[in-house]
């Protein structure tokens, strides 16, 4: 699908993730590699020692060890890109590799940047998570800021370096030339943040933490309930998209004669706006609702609340744990799972193909190679072809620059809320043009919620919406009217992608699906973006994010151990599939390129088969080790100490209405070095541990963990996070503050990486909207203004774009079709 393209892998544990999505792709993925073969033992390991994630994101490669720098340049001279993963201030020089080849696309992947004043810091996946506000908004409020169990911040990182590296590549294939992809970690992460740090920046209070549920000023809105069994996520929220969902829901409740006739009653969609405007009653009444809801799921397995759930339309979907998901009959049904044949493991079932093309299938992947299998071939074979093309266009004198990845590639967006939406604005940001289209009365969800800018919380002003949708046209068409239809199908003849997320099954409704479209348009890529894909007994669940995030197995693994699962922040899956996205489209768009016909494709993508992969290490802990994998709170099987520790507040505002003080401070050691480090520290400062612990390695201190977490406390009690988190790094020990909103947009950081952008806003003059989570040297994204209006280039589009004069936009104003 994605062309040829050779790629050197020079990443561990925190840049993998890019080269196990591009080699999914297609691209020829060549594992450097030392005589040791460093990285096979990380973390969870295989019965033979083999590191459980290193098995996940190494197959397919080819393996080849090298002994010198001589000979990397030398296999870099014939590569289309490289990618690494540098210790702080380590990494390979751009300017070296250009030297040896121009055409190289360098990605570096670090934890706060390759610049900046944070740029050599020491950091782990705890420290990034506080880094990027997205501990801050994880877990209880009467405990610590959370991470997920299952280390997530270098999975987003390799993810966003993939993004990255194939916008550079195509960039590349237009130019000539390559480019540096600068990914860092903290701002990849930020991505689950979304939306409740670029509130305080935007004037309007942030999100906070509050488990299992999120908060709205101080209403718990509460996600998740007791099973008989375990537990399940229900969406219990109000208003015009949810609130017949959520009266759905209390119909069954009063019928299972768990409330009285009054409750069931409510007017759900208004009810949002009454715990406002009746606090004497409402709340109260939110209060009946969970109690009902929670005697409802109490008296019922998983299964059979699912089971009713399907039938009667509800947003209600069961807590999995990684170790269940092999057993999910819908998984199963679309030959999702791959079966591979281990020398030393036996059969290993792993997450398979995350994407289904109508014509180019993902590359079948296999197992990971042996140590240097492949170095005598990856010496002896020619460079790159793909390289002499590129030799062709610097001969003839291209700039670097020009044209951008994506310049003069259109783009056709229905797709509400995160993912999709999140997808298309990166595709906007490098030059396509993209054309949002929604219903002049039903519009897209995100309108709704996510915070008013200037207290406006009007459909236009809709913080979220502004910053997922920024750079792109606005334009209302109904398409439940024949007339809107038809102005749509002349769009989709215009467009080289169409992006949908509606539920599977609703184009073809309409008239207007694959096939019909794929006739006015043989070249036109559609992707389709749905929580289970396109088939299967789940196909048509309705539902967002949270819920494929409880079904994927992230709330099992967010939370305490002895407490029911926090959950992650939100739509979690929405944060993790548009890395896959964007990567899949400009495969298709490869693939398009190279068949004699210039055809496009169907791409049925299931944000859930995508998910898993992000929990592929603990799938495999149950299927190569029987072993079950669960929430540990910001424990460690391997680390010690690993944990946020309460600071002094110093001298933060707590009447402070857009971010309370939050003062803690995420503490790791992940080496032995770094251990001694600390403890002279706290010896210096005259907070000593006990004086066995000093000389401890990892097991002893995970087995004295109990004493290490008192002596750190008491130390980081007496000084601020700043202050805390200063001396620490002085010392080369990973820690970072943990960071809400605010402290994000102050962060200096995030600043020099030009993270937060003041843009142009349609009603309200100026918005701030987050950057695109990479850089690229040669092809910088450009993000002028915020997401449109409602249906603000409307004259512009049907116009300019579709050649429409003005008796044919009137009828389609007459027929309704525009609003």
């Not at 993963?85 to 570096?108: F, K, Q």
Request: glycine share 10%; proline share 7%; with cysteine.
């Amino acid at each position: 699908m994605l062309k040829p393209y050779r790629v050197l892998d020079l990443t561990d544990h925190r840049g993998a993730m890019c080269t196990s999505i591009l080699g999914s792709l297609g691209a020829d993925v060549v594992l450097i590699e030392g005589p040791d073969g460093r990285g096979r033992d990380h973390r969870q390991q295989g019965p033979d020692g083999t590191s459980l994630g290193w098995w996940n994101l190494r197959r397919g490669a080819q393996s080849c060890v090298i002994d010198d720098r001589s000979e990397l340049l030398e296999l870099a001279a014939g590569a289309d890109a490289l990618i690494e993963s540098p210790d702080p201030g380590l990494g390979l020089d751009y300017d070296e590799l250009r030297a040896v080849n121009p055409g190289l696309v360098h990605t570096t992947v670090t934890a706060f940047g390759s610049t900046g004043p944070k740029a050599r810091w020491a950091a782990s996946d705890l420290t990034i998570a506080a880094a990027a506000c997205s501990a801050a908004i994880t877990g209880d409020t009467d405990r610590a800021p959370l991470r997920i169990t299952a280390p997530q911040s270098w999975l987003h990182a390799g993810s966003h370096a993939a993004v990255g590296t194939s916008l550079a590549l195509r960039q590349r294939d237009r130019s000539g030339y390559g480019q540096h992809v600068d990914i860092s970690a903290q701002q990849a992460l930020m991505q689950i943040a979304f939306p409740g740090h670029v509130h305080a920046p935007n004037g309007y209070p942030s999100a906070r933490r509050t488990s299992g549920g999120i908060l709205i000023l101080n209403f718990h809105l509460q996600f998740v309930y007791p099973a008989q069994d375990g537990y399940v996520s229900i969406t219990l929220l109000f208003g015009d998209t949810i609130g017949r969902f959520t009266a759905r829901l209390m119909d069954w409740v009063h019928e299972a004669g768990c409330c009285d006739d009054e409750l069931a009653a409510l007017d759900w969609v208004d009810f949002g706006m009454r715990l406002f405007t009746e606090p004497d009653s409402a709340p109260a009444q939110l209060e009946l609702t969970k109690a009902a809801i929670t005697c409802l799921t109490s008296s019922h397995t998983r299964a059979e609340l699912f089971a009713e759930a399907q039938k009667r339309e509800l947003l209600l979907a069961p807590v999995y744990s990684p170790a269940e998901l092999t057993g999910v009959q819908h998984f199963n049904e679309r030959g999702y799972w791959d079966t591979i044949d281990d020398p030393a493991w036996g059969s290993v079932v792993t997450p398979g193909a995350w994407c289904k093309p109508s014509r180019t299938p993902l590359r079948s992947l296999g197992g990971p190679p042996e140590l240097g299998a492949h170095t005598e071939a990856v010496r002896t074979m020619p460079r790159s072809a793909l390289l002499d093309a590129a030799q062709a266009l610097r001969d003839a004198n291209r700039d670097p620059a020009a044209p951008r990845p994506l310049d003069g590639i259109k783009v056709l967006d229905t797709s509400w809320v995160y993912a999709g939406p999140f997808t298309t604005r990166v595709l906007a940001d490098f030059g396509a043009t993209v054309i949002k289209v929604e219903g002049p009365a039903r519009f897209d969800a995100a309108r709704g919620s996510g915070g008013g800018l200037r207290g406006d919380m009007g459909p236009d002003a809709s913080i979220q919406y502004g910053t997922l949708n920024a750079g792109k046209l606005g334009v209302t068409l109904d398409l439940n009217v024949p007339e809107g239809r038809d102005a749509f199908c002349d769009l989709t003849e215009w467009a080289d992608i169409y992006v949908e997320s509606y539920t599977p099954g609703t184009l073809d409704d309409w008239g207007i699906g694959w096939e019909t479209l794929s006739k006015r348009n043989p070249s036109l890529i559609l992707l389709s973006t749905s929580l289970m894909g396109q088939t299967g007994p789940l196909a048509t669940f309705a539902g967002f994010g949270n819920l494929a995030g409880a079904i994927t197995g992230f709330y099992e693994m967010t939370g305490w151990p002895d407490r029911a699962p926090a959950g992650p922040f939100l739509a979690y899956t929405d944060y993790v599939t548009p890395q896959y996205m964007v990567p899949l489209l400009m495969a298709a768009l490869d693939a398009r390129d190279a068949d004699p016909e210039g055809r496009g494709q169907h791409l049925d993508f299931a944000q859930a088969e995508a998910a898993v992969h992000f929990l592929a290490t603990e799938v495999l802990e149950n299927t190569v080790n029987g072993a079950a994998a669960t929430r540990m709170g910001n424990a460690d099987a391997f680390m010690c100490p690993h944990a946020m520790y309460p600071c002094d507040p110093g001298d933060a505002d707590p009447d402070n209405p857009l971010e309370p003080p939050d003062p803690w401070i995420a503490v790791v050691c992940e080496t032995e070095h770094q251990w001694e480090s600390l403890c002279r520290l706290l010896e210096a400062d005259g907070q000593p541990a006990p004086p066995e612990l000093g000389g401890l390695n990892a097991a002893g201190r995970l087995a004295r963990n109990t004493e290490i977490d008192a002596a750190i406390a008491a130390w980081a009690a007496g000084r601020t996070p700043a202050a805390a988190e200063a001396a620490l790094q002085a010392v080369g020990v990973p820690a970072h503050a943990n960071q809400n909103g605010l402290g994000c947009f102050a962060d200096p950081q995030l600043i020099h990486r030009g993270h937060w952008m003041d843009v142009e806003h349609p009603v309200h003059d100026r918005m701030i909207v987050e950057a695109p989570k990479l850089q690229l040297s040669a092809s910088p994204h450009v993000v002028a203004r915020s997401g449109p209006s409602l249906g603000e280039h409307n004259d512009l589009v049907l116009r300019n774009v579709l050649g429409y004069d003005d008796d044919r936009i009137v009828e389609l104003a007459v027929a309704g079709a525009i609003g």
